[in-house]
């Protein structure tokens, strides 16, 4: 997949090239997200043409609304690069967002940031806006290419009566309710990073997030702790509360010595652990005790099993 900045300069060879154009932010890539994209590669295959997408950079809402700087995200851009890629996405524009850019007229950003690529069709989702104040939608994308394009509205994707969208899926991560997720994201929410050392008697070790993700609602989690080629059964504490949010593994048993400090892992969340009386972040990382309610949902012999959780 090839992978751009900005438009390609419409002289360029890859310029010439007809293609199948997908528009959106995709936080998540999550099932609607899968659908639009999916869609559009059969449009391409199709008509043989190459399937493009164009994303923003960053999200939006970081720089239009001073309460959302340094936004956290489900899907930071690499993970996004990552997926596009397993999707066999041929071409990749990712776009800054600024204030410059946001300040663009609808028609101005079709003429300079999409016209350029040639597209024959652009797919987007029902709810896609684009230009100064989100003005333009994809009734006027029609009027904005001039009829030169097939214009693809993808209606919503509903899933047990809720429309599938990154703003249902961010409220179920940080309501808690993570066990929900893989019925919209189409898995399991997870977040990558590095081991730190912990402190704490109980728990093994500390995961250093890689970039700004969204972390869970402060708690205790059955967590799948992977690395390289097998994934386990674990237990997990977030601190979601603070400036940077924490999180602390609790391997099984059977683990003498956790991974070597600064390997990369994957922790995916499975569901929270209920039943819970106590316990704060600073008690864990000193003395490692919880208490637990007699009718948690916790079962230490849990841990260790091996995990096998795939998509939904």
Not at 24 to 47: C, P, R, T, W, Y
Not at 105 to 128: E, T
Not at 173 to 192: A, C, N
């Amino acid at each position: 997949m090839n992978c751009y900045d900005s438009p390609v300069n419409p002289n360029g060879d890859q310029a010439k090239q007809p293609c199948v154009l997908v528009l959106g932010f995709f936080d998540g890539v999550h099932l609607a997200h899968q659908h639009i994209i999916n869609s559009a590669k059969k449009l391409a295959i199709q008509e043989n043409m190459q399937l493009a997408v164009m994303t923003f950079f960053p999200h939006p809402k970081e720089v239009l609304d001073p309460r959302e700087i340094q936004r956290p995200c489900m899907t930071p851009l690499s993970l996004k690069i990552k997926i596009f890629e397993q999707m066999k996405v041929d071409a990749l524009y990712v776009i800054r967002f600024d204030k410059e850019f946001s300040s663009l007229a609808p028609a101005q950003f079709v003429s300079d940031f999409i016209l350029p690529l040639n597209p024959k069709h652009i797919v987007a989702g029902f709810d896609f806006t684009y230009g100064k104040y989100g003005r333009g939608n994809m009734d006027s994308l029609r009027d904005h290419t001039m009829g030169q394009v097939n214009i693809v509205t993808i209606e919503k994707l509903e899933r047990h009566g809720q429309k599938i969208g990154s703003t249902l899926i961010r409220q179920l991560i940080q309501s808690g309710k993570v066990d929900r997720v893989p019925d919209y994201l189409g898995d399991y929410y997870t977040i990558h990073g590095s081991v730190s050392p912990s402190q704490s008697k109980f728990f093994s070790f500390k995961v250093k997030a890689s970039e700004n993700y969204m972390f869970p609602h402060s708690g205790l989690y059955q967590i799948a702790w992977h690395q390289d080629e097998y994934e386990v059964n674990a237990a997990c504490l977030i601190d979601a509360d603070s400036p940077a949010p924490k999180c602390l593994v609790k391997l099984p048993d059977k683990f003498m010595f956790p991974p070597a400090y600064g390997s990369e892992i994957t922790v995916k969340f499975i569901t929270k652990i209920n039943g819970i009386y106590e316990m704060t972040w600073n008690h864990a990382e000193t003395s490692g005790l919880i208490h637990l309610s007699p009718t948690s949902n916790w079962r230490r012999d849990d841990l260790g099993k091996t995990a096998n959780y795939g998509k939904s």
